[in-house]
């Protein structure tokens, strides 16, 4: 298919529901009176007025960082710990309820206590971000490295495919499927957690703002952070995806090799 | 040829699986969490903070266990429970679904993706006046931040899990006839299991958690308020006993996911492995 | 005898992809009449397997049509069963044997006592009746191999495809498993298409052997096996006729090796033109 | 919950259900109290108290017709009513003693820090539980008359109960706290700079319970009664301070011992007009409205 | 001629798990001379692949030992390679061709220029030159199962264990592929066991042949293989003493159809006791 044609299609696929949706949006709220929902067409201009100014570098550039780096954090412990839990059936017992109690604790109950330790700056927002993005990347990393096939498994051990090598070349790409599974996870939990985190002990960025917004009962402009929290969650998702394109290569020739549409 | 030349093992190689008597998992999992617990229990002892803010884990226990004598902590615990239960089935059964069907229509799954990805990342926490405006204070306006936050990791899982299925698998069952519903059923369904089951653990811990958030941020009852309460008094014990309660609910449903595991995916390498043989 | 049931027409395949484009069937023809046994041979990597997915209904050819029964095939058929090459892969192995072989037949909505029937008949033809509760992983590559073929005999097909379907079991099972074959074959009338490597299995189960070049494909040849049709292990395979068409096909797979599709016409063979491992003609793929 | 339209239902025995949301803390002890005492059911109100974080749920609650009524501070109201929200005050809920010495606010530091005065703060961060809001106001307020910059103060946002930890641990300079963690705080070993609602600004109404435009205008005679009952648990809350930490350790997790040492706050009848038309000028100085709130369009008068 | 390289001393495996216990091994006891070439024939089930992955120290024996070179087998050895009989599941899907056949020698440490050097030789040398950066899900059948082999050739070992390598390839890519392996342990010394259900390539290729019972499996036979080491296609196969041969082991495959572990002693065949279809004596595993 020409290179044109394919994005105009991909595009249309991209944008038709959400053009949908947005109509029955603006038509519903077109007139409403709910202070809570004003309409869209207000919340459009307002978005405008709001993140087309100074807010962008003052809020969310800082939010942004915040948010690669926990993101970066959470997919580099979540993978690192699970291959060492997936490979360790005993390691994995031992510290699975220890894990899973974490796992259980709501990140607002968290924030106090890592205050403690952290202090009160933009590690401990991190820490927040990883500390709940990571459980996605953990669990599928353990769950995609224990299912790596046993006749690869065996291939790899008997052709002396061990330690660092086996890690890369089987372990990782076996279970790489999973791990993406994760990593998309994550994605969005990291921009949720962000927010989360700047309602606590912050001065600026995004989720800040929308939280701030709220407070003093400025509904449209707490919209259109919403409205920008979403685009960023797409934009993200798309980057994404270029990601796992690359990285999933192989696999997503496998899967669509014998379905003969190639 | 001289036999030397043949070593006995690659260095490094890991030994064959051996029957090795090994302990039970419940031994070594609550032996992971006594550690735990000693650590909690010597980081305010050892001064390394102070114990005014983190109590040793002694007295968290104290009051929890103090707590755990009213009827108040009880109800609190019981409508916690509810609202997890309800809001997980409720993302459970609408994650399921609809991520079995958007996996398997590919045109489905175009048309949904932007949106979907548009949808995600939107906080739970964020929706709170617009729960509260549309479904009021209580039990409704907590199960949609419960069923919100875990439906889209149970979607997610699921429809990654659809697209796992072997090229090969697939080609026999459309071989033999088998109809939409027969394929969901014998191909479709078991393959995506491993990432069901991972969705299921990681959603049930999203729905306790936003469980609990709700009550403490103040639109729902609960254990989440219970918490809310003991902070604005400044009782510092019983905040970290509850928080403790709560990770203890999701140690106890881990456990049942992970029984859930062992029965539905015997067949599963990865559980296969685990059993031995 | 026959009239014909299946009919390929100009089909030719090309993959593409990954930046990796074979023409891996260049232009194959043939029929084959209703109740046929007919045996497909040619070298690794030949087409064999596209072909026979093509005739699924499985895979759609680049050019040409598949017609089945006077209607085009543009998706699997009904009432035929394919064993694939792959057989470990298509064994779900959250099932039990049993349940593997059943699959299909709750789908052809089957009542319970006659799916039992089927199942353990089947499993008993192909020898592994005492492991109908285990799981494919638990089973031996032959035995895996077995219970696929296990799953299209009891599925009662009016075409049966078979992809090598005896590789990996043993000589003496071979032999019952061929000689089960065309039981079935004799008591269903069923058509089947039939791919292996065996020269020696292609004459004593076919009534034609289709001799593929290399790839890109066309049919080198197309041999009647004028064999009886009662046919026995010890006897067809020690008759001077079963030696004289072993040797033929034997002759023809070896030009085939050599062989590609854009060096000759059907039935032109010039074996004095293949020389081992020349690539002559200009290739006419993109 | 019920709905705008019909905010009252009636329970068997002919009372009104009247549903109140509130904060669990010291501030609502009057509505306890006097629910306890039953001067609203013998108004023929039923209460129910629902305890919330405040602020944002709770004027989404009552907006929705959730809360009949709901407990909120002055600036928030204040903000409210320059978004346009249809908000009414009913009644008034705590105030400053107006006594620097046991006002039950105070921004306190570690005991070592150089800050003595408000004026010290100019340049420093003080944790204050939320921003834009009444701390922040009357923060900046004491500053000024000490003669410091009060723009020069950097707010940090933290929750009252993690304050004391944050000043112990250095991560902010001073911190703004209300009893219990006045207590608390000093109990450990910190120490008051400033009493910001007791000195700034005179007789000052912290909180208020408010509703909507709509159901003053469709129930005026329930207003009336929730009015007349707050008014004399107000009353009664002022006459028996002894009750009134009585009942604090009855809906908090407030130590018995705790509640004995704590600062109360005033419980007066009457809103304080003038301190809050203090306030609303100081939030449009401070550029928290943009445009001077109107305290007279806050206030129920009927 | 050899001197004793690998010793089997009373291997037993029972596989127990999902509720299914499987005495798949009986009792093996057997030794191989280093630079031995020896092939293992029996039914299916027989527990062939079993014994290789014991051999390969990837599964521990239930009871026994084996010793390669004088040390206890307890992981996979050095410089040994294994093809195994599951061949499209043992290539790595995410590595070209190339990569699959690169990677071991990768962690063999040979240079880029040695390690490109034996991946085109061998790749050549199993005809599979022309695909070598193509994904192994781009091949057919026979094609995976020659990269498979190509890593192991590739590989260079001392010890090389082989399950059916050939049980995809065409006949004539078969013989080809036979005489690689015999050229190769020709030239390289290496030891080779390796399984197969093709009774005349058995004894084509083995000085040894091994037949196995049914499941669970003792040695019902250790033939030597008498014929010429100098061996061809065409002049071997038609000697008389290689259709003796392979009558002798033909006749011990189907004795060892019917027999199993616990009917008989090694060397104790008693032909008149094997009926079709019946099972004799009582089951000594639960
Ligand atoms: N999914 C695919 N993508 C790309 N190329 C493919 C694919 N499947 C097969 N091919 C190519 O098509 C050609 C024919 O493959 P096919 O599997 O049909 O051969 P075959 O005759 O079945 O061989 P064998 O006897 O080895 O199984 C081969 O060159 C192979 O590389
Ligand atoms: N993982 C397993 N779990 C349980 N039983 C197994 C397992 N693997 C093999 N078996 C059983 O052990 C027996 C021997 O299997 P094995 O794979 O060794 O046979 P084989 O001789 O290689 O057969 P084939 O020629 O068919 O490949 C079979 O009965 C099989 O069912
Ligand atoms: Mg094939
Ligand atoms: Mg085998």
């Known amino acids: ?262 | 040829m001289s036999t030397t030349e043949v070593r006995p093992a690659h260095a490094g190689a890991e030994p064959v699986r051996r029957r090795r008597p090994e302990l039970p998992s419940a031994v070594l999992g609550l032996g992971g969490l006594v550690v735990f617990a000693a650590l909690l229990e010597l980081l305010p002892r050892t001064g390394i903070v102070s114990a005014d803010y983190f109590p040793p884990f002694s007295e968290m226990v104290r009051a929890l266990v103090e707590a755990a004598g009213t009827d108040r902590f009880w109800a609190a615990t019981a409508e916690t429970v509810q609202a997890w239960g309800i809001g997980l089935g409720i993302a459970l059964v609408a994650g399921i679904g609809l991520g079995l069907l958007i996996g398997s229509v590919e045109l489905l799954r175009r048309f949904t993706a932007s949106t979907i990805e548009f949808l995600r990342p939107v906080p739970s926490v964020a929706l709170i006046p617009l729960a509260v405006l549309l479904l009021g204070l209580g039990l409704q306006s907590t199960l949609l931040l419960v069923v919100y936050a875990s439906f889209w990791q149970i979607l997610i899982q699921v429809v990654y899990g659809v697209q796992d299925v072997d090229p090969v698998a697939r080609e026999t069952a459309r071989s033999y006839h088998l109809g939409r519903w027969a394929r969901v059923r014998y191909l479709i369904w078991p393959t995506a299991l491993p990432y069901v089951m991972t969705g299921v653990r990681l959603g049930a811990a999203v729905a306790l958690i936003l469980a609990v958030t709700a009550g403490l941020v103040g639109i729902g009852t609960g254990l989440g308020a219970e918490i809310a309460l003991a902070q604005s008094s400044n009782a510092v014990p019983l905040v970290y006993g509850l928080v403790i309660f709560t990770g203890l609910l999701g140690v106890v449903v881990n456990l049942v996911a992970r029984a859930l595991e062992r029965r539905t995916l015997a067949w599963h390498s990865s559980v296969r492995a685990d059993v031995g043989g | 005898m026959t009239q014909p049931l299946l009919d390929v027409a100009g089909v030719q395949k090309t993959y593409t992809g990954s930046g990796r484009t074979v023409e891996a069937v260049r232009d194959l023809t043939f029929s084959v009449g209703d109740g046929e046994l007919v045996c497909i041979v040619g070298p690794s990597g030949a087409g064999k397997t596209t072909l026979l997915k093509c005739i699924a209904g499985l895979l759609e050819p680049t050019a040409g049509t598949v017609t089945l029964a006077g209607a085009r095939v543009d998706g699997p058929p009904e009432a035929m069963a394919v064993v694939f090459q792959e057989y470990g892969r298509s064994l779900y192995p959250w099932m039990t044997v049993e349940g593997n072989v059943e699959l299909p037949l709750k789908q052809k909505k089957l009542d319970k006592a006659r799916r039992r029937e089927l199942v353990r008949d089947a499993l008993e033809a192909v020898g592994l009746a005492d492991v109908h509760s285990a799981y494919p992983w638990q089973l031996s590559g032959g035995m895996q191999q077995r219970v696929a073929i296990a799953r299209a005999v009891a599925y009662e097909p009016k075409v049966l495809l078979m992809d090598e379907p005896f590789a990996a079991v043993d000589a003496q099972t071979r032999a019952d498993l061929e000689d089960l074959i065309r039981s079935l074959w004799h008591k269903l009338g069923v058509t089947i298409l039939f791919v292996t490597h065996d020269i020696d299995e292609s004459v004593y189960l076919g009534q034609r052997v289709l001799v593929l070049s290399s790839s890109p494909t066309v049919i080198m040849e197309d041999l009647a096996i004028d064999l009886p049709d009662e046919r026995t292990q010890l006897e067809t395979r020690s008759s001077p006729r079963f030696a004289e068409l072993r040797g033929h096909v034997y002759e023809q797979i070896q030009l085939a090796k050599h062989r590609k599709g854009d060096q000759h016409q059907r039935d032109e063979v010039t074996p004095a033109r293949t020389a081992h491992g020349a690539t002559v003609a200009a290739q006419h793929d993109s | 919950g019920g709905s705008a339209d019909e905010p009252t239902t009636e329970t068997e025995g002919g009372l009104a259900q009247v549903t109140v949301g509130i904060i669990p803390i010291i501030d609502v002890a009057p509505i306890y109290l006097g629910q306890e005492q039953g001067f609203f059911e013998e108004r023929g109100i039923e209460l129910e108290l629902v305890p919330g974080s405040g602020g944002a749920a709770a004027v989404p609650g009552v907006v929705a017709g959730d809360f009949d009524f709901a407990f909120g501070n002055v600036t928030s109201l204040l903000l409210a009513q320059t978004q346009g929200l249809p908000l009414q005050i009913v009644s008034n809920g705590t105030a400053s003693t107006g006594d620097p010495a046991t006002d039950f606010s105070a921004v306190v530091v570690p005991a070592d820090s150089p800050v003595q005065t408000a004026a010290d703060l100019a340049g420093k961060t003080v944790a204050v539980n939320n921003f834009k809001n009444i701390g922040e106001v009357t923060i900046r307020k004491a500053v000024e008359d000490a003669g410091g910059d009060s723009s020069t103060v950097e707010f940090v946002e933290l929750p009252f109960p993690d304050m004391p930890a944050a000043i112990a641990n250095g991560n902010v300079d001073a911190a703004w706290v209300v009893e219990p963690f006045v207590t608390v705080a000093t109990g450990q070993g910190a120490r008051a700079v400033v009493r910001n609602f007791a000195e700034p600004v005179e007789d000052l109404t912290v909180a208020t319970y408010f509703t909507t435009e709509q159901m003053l205008a469709e129930n005026p005679d329930l207003v009336d009664d929730f009015q007349a009952a707050m008014a004399e648990s107000l009353q009664y809350a002022q006459d028996n301070p002894e009750e009134l930490r009585r009942i604090i350790t009855t809906y908090t997790s407030i130590s018995p011992e705790t509640a004995e040492q704590i600062a109360l706050p005033a419980f007066p009848e009457e809103i304080d007009v003038e301190s809050m038309e203090t306030i609303a000028e100081l939030m449009a100085e401070y550029g928290i409205t943009e445009e001077t709130a109107d305290v007279d369009a806050l206030l129920a008068t009927d």
Do not use: C
Request: without cysteine; charged residues 15%; aromatic residues 10%.
């Open chain 1, 1 to 262: 298919m020409n290179p044109v044609l394919r994005w105009g299609r991909t595009l249309g696929f991209a944008l038709t529901l959400p053009v949908i949706l947005v109509t029955l949006w603006w038509v519903w709220s077109a007139d409403s009176t709910n202070y809570y929902a004003p309409p869209l067409q207000t919340i459009l201009t307002t978005f405008g007025d709001v993140w087309f100014s100074e807010r962008l570098r003052a809020d969310v550039l800082p939010s942004v960082t915040r948010l690669a780096i926990g993101y970066t954090g959470a997919v580099v412990v979540g993978v690192g710990l699970g291959v060492l839990l997936g490979a360790n059936r005993t390691l994995r017992r031992v510290t699975e309820p220890v894990l899973e109690f974490f796992r259980a604790i709501p990140p607002p109950a968290l924030i106090p206590i890592l205050f403690l330790f952290a202090g009160i700056g933009d590690t401990a927002k991190v820490i927040v971000i990883i500390s709940g993005a990571v459980w996605p990347v953990l669990l599928n990393t353990v769950e995609g490295v224990r299912a790596v096939d046993d006749v690869l498994s065996d291939t790899s051990r008997s052709y002396g495919v061990t330690g660092a090598a086996r890690l890369r070349h089987l372990v990782l790409p076996a279970a790489s499927p999973q791990i993406v599974a994760g990593m998309r996870q994550a994605l969005s939990i990291s921009i949720i957690l962000m927010v989360i985190s700047e309602m606590f002990a912050s001065t600026n960025g995004l989720g800040f703002s929308v939280i701030q917004f709220q407070r003093s009962f400025a509904i449209p402009e707490m919209w259109s952070g919403i409205l920008l929290l979403g685009l960023l969650g797409f934009v993200l998702s798309l980057l994404f995806q270029l990601f796992e394109r690359r990285s999933l290569r192989w696999y997503h020739g496998l899967r669509r090799s014998q379905r003969g549409e190639n």
